[in-house]
């Protein structure tokens, strides 16, 4: 079966990334998803909390208390829960249940499909998969099968063009780009390496416990005149085993040994005959033109008649292959594609009976989720609270297609509609190998996670520009920093600055059009980037996967017949690094957010079933969310705080910090006043670009050969210079970051046309600007104590400045331009005492303005032309570039106001 991925939209997809700039016209229509409306932002979270009261329905109210429009529940019984949940009058017209459609679909989206379009398409536009070698054939248009919109691409073999017998396709390549120069590991950088391997990543399964299948897409031609025997082989798939030097593989019989050498030998054969291809008759005359996709199962494990162990044996410790292809002869055919699917994607994908049946379970848990009936009648109306089902997380690039087909499959059996309608997907994390998981998908949503907190992986100094290695970004000493095996942040600016860096450069990251240079660990925003730019071009969502939870471990201590414990680590988010987070994914588009998890790990430490041995540590929580295991825990620190192991043994540590009140309040303000007013105001608008500004000038460390180190602002965008600096405040001095630490992020949008079209100047541009640096005083301290005013004075508040290239279009240069803050953040900044007042000024169209943000703050600008009036505007005629002066004729008009008592 071939993967339509994408938009029929759009044309075929050709073989470069995207690093070109979109149009500023570009304005696809939204696809529309079933039950959402494109006029409400969507708040969801992942819930891992229970009502205090045991009420199930209760679990509304607190949802709505989050300002949570969407809840999405896991768990073996989800529609007796569904049920539960849509009793009575639980639920509001505006509120919408995500769950699992039954307890096996959380996996059915994991089937793996890559397919190999060798002419002229990919998978994923972001993530090609392609053979780099090819030779014979001659490129054909299908007459009756399509892709995206277009007569799908084919490659004809016969004698007047390739040789019997030839190999005319080779040097399969996963997620190719032009960086990736060399075929073996060890000729250069880690990530230039062509990949070999990537179907083959199981983080699911053992090695040896995947079945694999070759899917051969092609036809046959009418009067061919080759004479082929239906027996006949046409095509032979080869699999060559790769064992790079210095790894490990087992030959027929023999034991394992170390290779010597870059080594590929011929593992296995699949034969395609004559009678796999022959047409489909169903329709009455043979159809020679309609594609045939035979499947032939095959055992990657270990050859059972040779011995020899394939790659996925975990005897060979590479784990890689080529696949090549040889036209025998015999017969003329056309090829389109060439896929390898696991058996989960066998089961999504194949026309067998075992995986019809297994699509039928499906289709019938749906349709009882949907519509409270598995046997829905011609009258039965869906519930409509109920448009989001959950199948599957964390996918990888292999696994577009597991998840492409579930889509399909509950689309067009379950949601009414037909193809207007769609379900929304889960939303992934962004972690580790799976860097834009979910980009290019059949579903109207693009959802990478954005989780940039680092628990789990230690920095390396030499690679960000540390002097010292981190675990963790340093942490507040009240906050656990320095007594949980992670670094204490001191309170001094420098240590402030170091802690800057960390969390900017080995956390966030940069958008970058091209690869991340230090793969799984540097590419948040370029992934979010990837999204964006995805969403834009296609009409598809945005709603990045927000990680607002941390992760906790516990040293345990046998101390005769008692067991004590103690913290070992432990690393939260800050109430300003959520904002950051949320604010960098309005910087990109996102039309909506969903976090994971809302709520905590038990107090149970699930994975230790024997007696503690001294010096143990355990992974105590891997979801410390923003409240606990009940609603009603709310508490920044619990002191004493008792913990079991999975014998019942309890522990209790004197004081421990949860940091739950912290961020429960910054969701409260994001998702009841921040995304209902800018969020909303930002559904009109669509991504066309962003920057990040520290990356626009080389970075000193970024000392990797042939990669990217800096994208510049260009010439004639609607900003050229961005500078930041810290506000005199307090007594401070100003403290001007250079440009490689100018943590700024801007994002760039469509720009609105006015009613005039043939001249600019009623046309009204936009743009989202974010303060990066993230350092403040947690409101769990008090701002009137001698602490909390030391760190007041050290809260990484930021003066940008962003300087205009906007030239009048009427030509005249006088003319200004009206910058005005849309729903500002009022939130005040530290050692301020009254309400922060948004921008709202007039700057000729050449001119520097500023704005002035909070950590990790954000501010969604509107910037229109002035025109000729005989209004009047207020301003403040002290300020050079802040001249209300509108230009008419041959003069400028200036009005200046005053207070009766303020002279």
Known sequence: MLLLLGSARLPAQRPYYPDQPLPDDLALPLIPIHGLSDTVFFIGGEMATNSTSGSVGDLWKFARSLGLNAMEFRGNNPVALVDTLLMGRATRPNERLMSWIDRFSGESGWGRQVTFFPFDAYESYYWQCRFLTLSGGMIERNPIERYQGARALEQVYDKSNTTPGATVAQQAVFGHDS????????????????????????PRGDWGTKSYFIAVTGHLFANAGGGAADTDTLLAVDIWNEVPNRTTCRLAGSAIHTARRDTAYLYTSVYVRKSDLKPDTAHGSPDFD???????????VRDPVTGIAGPASGDNSAHRFDIRIRWIGGEKLALRSIAVRDTLGQLMLGDDSGSVAYRRQLVKAARRLYYGTATPGPTTRPRTNIPLAYFGDEPLFSEYAGFNAIDRLLRDSTAPGGDTTRSLRPHYELNQVTLHKALISNAATVEPGFYPTSAGWAYNAVKFGFDTSFKQPPVLAMHDGGVWNVPRLGETADSVELYEKVYQRATIGQYNTGRSIYPYQYDKLTDLGYAARAASRTGRWLIPWIGEHGQVNIKWFKIGDSIQARPDMQWI????????????????GARGVHYAWVGSDTDEVMNDAAPIDEGHTTLFGSNWGPVGFFTDRTADRVSPFTVRTGMNQTATLPSFYTGWGVRLREMQWLDTVWFPSVGREMLKLRWRDGYSIHFTVPQSYMTDPGVTISRPLPSTEIVNAVRSWKPAVGGNAVYRDPDSLTYVELGLFNRKRGADTSRHQYDTNYLFVVNRRTFERPDDTSATSDYGRKLDTLAETRTISLTLNMPHPDGDPSNYIHIREVFPDTARLALTSAPRVGLDTIVRGDRAVEITLRPGGGALLELTYRRPTSDRDDGDIRHRDHLPIPFVGNRRYAAHFHAANNP
């Not at 060399?182 to 990543?201: A, C, F, K, M, V």
């Open 179 to 202: 960086l990736q120069v060399y075929r073996w590991p060890g000729r250069g950088r880690y990530d230039s390496t062509q990949n070999g391997e990537t179907i083959l990543h199981l």
């Open 290 to 300: 309609r594609y045939r996709s035979p499947v032939f199962p095959i055992n990657l």
């Open 573 to 588: 988010l800050e109430a300003a690094q959520l904002r950051l987070i949320c604010n960098l994914a309005l910087c990109y």
